[in-house]
């Protein structure tokens, strides 16, 4: 992540050490838990940043760099440490979400562990709060917040929590896409064993449950999180403090949060998206929602009324495991055709490569579970303009998919068997057309689909998909094709 470089910290790895194949060129952040360096990677030539672990109540660094716990007392609780921090790099590294932040590597050296991410241009939700000087509408929090919702989703769809949501831990690169950063999984865990709470309960942000090691925590601790950051970025204050509300609650006095329906109500923001923070900062945990996706759709206006909670919610109470990560117990969710997961917003997601597609081709309109009107036509560089102009779902990071991406679409609808066809070859037997699965893509015309993968061996050629018969070809740019948009990946 790009921040102001720190020279100064005391506790740091000096600047010009070579930590493996890493030279360390500045300090991007220091806290309680550990310090975030700017390194370069000397093999591949590129800006990384890592973070090293060296919680500062516990440990000391030694004139030769080597971290070392401050007494014999210290050992222990240094140790359960390390071993969480490694089980939240091992966490995150599974993860190849746009929405989250991106680890690479992470080992152990000088008695201590390092995690290498992806380093970032951009900045922060909260630099950028700060630097606009005015809260953000509703369409600019929904932009932002949706996507960083679906990443909060896939990590509790991994059975995990993040722990620690919070304006500065949400990362705006220099396209606008936001991104995920900093869990606080382990942090959280070392402090409740190390009783230091208040090095990682964010105040204001982190909802009651978190200040107390026997709190029942689950999707709706993020989610409370996730509604202290809404509140900050709308209102330009993050709400009262959880321990605050306690007390008052406690004694019978009103509850000091004041609910933002009827205050805020305007032009910029709908009573749904008030109504849906409201719900998100609920004191106690069950009457907040309990899934990210039924917060993404009070957020929207598409639940209009508190629905009947499911079986399954219940069962999403999580316990610690010896790891000190808490795991939420995944729902099972029905898909379309066994692959792609409906997310109610006139998108899918493929479960098999993570890309998120529209459901309905440019031109189209998304209306009562399908496709209104005729796909519009474009030349391949109008296509690429569109998709970059394109804001749906909430999103505004649309693109022309690859090639490789496209023929993942290509379904041969034959007698026996029904495949999904990638190979480029064209639907043998008698097949349905368009080669594309309808439950998932309605009215798609039987007819030829840009990518953006150009051709090799012509300047002002460019791949595409039939989906009369599911052949893979090129064609001159100059050409018009449909075009259906994709998200993630890359």
């Not at 030539?45 to 660094?61: C, F, G, H, M, W």
Request: overall charge neutral.
């Amino acid at each position: 992540m790009t921040m102001t470089p720190d020279n100064d910290y005391k506790n740091a790895l000096p600047l010009g050490f070579q930590l493996q194949e890493y030279r360390i060129d500045a300090v991007l952040g220091a806290g309680g838990f550990g310090i975030t360096y700017l390194a370069q990677d000397l093999h591949l030539n590129k800006p990384v940043v890592i973070k090293e672990y060296l919680p500062t109540d516990l440990a000391v660094r030694e004139a030769s760099v080597t971290v070392a716990p401050k007494s014999t007392r210290d050992q222990d609780a240094y140790q359960w440490g390390l071993e969480r921090f490694m089980a939240e790099a091992q966490t995150l590294a599974q993860f190849k979400h746009p929405n989250i932040v991106q680890v690479f590597r992470y080992f152990t050296a000088h008695s201590t562990a390092y995690i290498v991410m992806d380093y970032e241009q951009g900045e922060s939700l909260s630099a950028y709060l700060d630097r606009l000087q005015r809260p953000l509408n509703e369409a600019e929090a929904l932009s932002i917040f949706l996507p960083v919702l679906d990443g909060v989703r896939a990590v509790h769809q991994a059975d995990f929590l993040h722990r620690d949501i919070k304006p500065d831990n949400i990362f705006l690169r220099t396209n606008s896409t936001p991104i995920l950063i900093d869990f606080g999984a382990a942090r959280m865990a070392l402090g409740e064993r190390s009783r230091s709470l208040s090095v990682v309960v964010s105040a204001g942000f982190a909802p009651f449950e978190q200040y107390s090691s026997q709190g029942r925590q689950g999707p709706w601790t993020d989610i409370y999180a996730l509604g202290a950051t809404l509140y900050r970025a709308i209102t330009g204050n993050a709400p009262p403090e959880a321990t605050e509300r306690s007390m008052a609650l406690t004694e019978d006095e009103p509850d000091p949060y004041q609910p933002l329906s009827g205050r805020l109500e305007s032009q910029s923001y709908s009573p749904a998206f008030l109504a849906a923070i409201d719900r998100a900062l609920e004191f106690r945990g069950k009457n907040r929602p309990q899934t990210v996706r039924e917060f993404q759709y009070l957020l929207q206006g598409k639940i209009h009324q508190t629905p009947k909670k499911q079986p399954e919610a219940e069962r999403l109470a999580t316990e610690k495991s010896k790891q000190g990560i808490i795991k939420p117990k995944a729902k099972q969710e029905e898909l379309i055709a066994g692959r792609y997961r409906d997310n109610g917003d006139g998108t899918v997601t493929d479960m098999t490569t993570g890309l998120q597609w529209m459901r309905c081709s440019l031109g189209q309109v998304w209306q009562n579970q399908g496709c209104m009107g005729k796909a519009k036509k474009y030349k391949y560089d109008e296509a690429i303009e569109a998709a970059r102009q394109t804001v749906f779902a909430g999103y505004r990071d649309w693109r022309v998919p690859t090639i490789d991406e496209l023929k993942t679409l290509i379904y041969c609808s034959t007698d026996s068997p029904k495949t999904w066809n990638d190979t480029g070859n064209v639907c043998e037997g008698k097949h349905q057309k368009p080669t594309i699965h309808p439950d998932a893509f309605p009215n798609t015309t039987s007819w030829v689909f840009w990518s953006s993968s150009p051709y090799a061996y012509h300047s002002n050629g460019a791949w595409l998909v039939h989906f009369c018969n599911g052949s893979v070809g090129f064609n001159l740019k100059t050409l018009n094709y449909h075009v259906r948009l994709v998200r993630g990946g890359q």
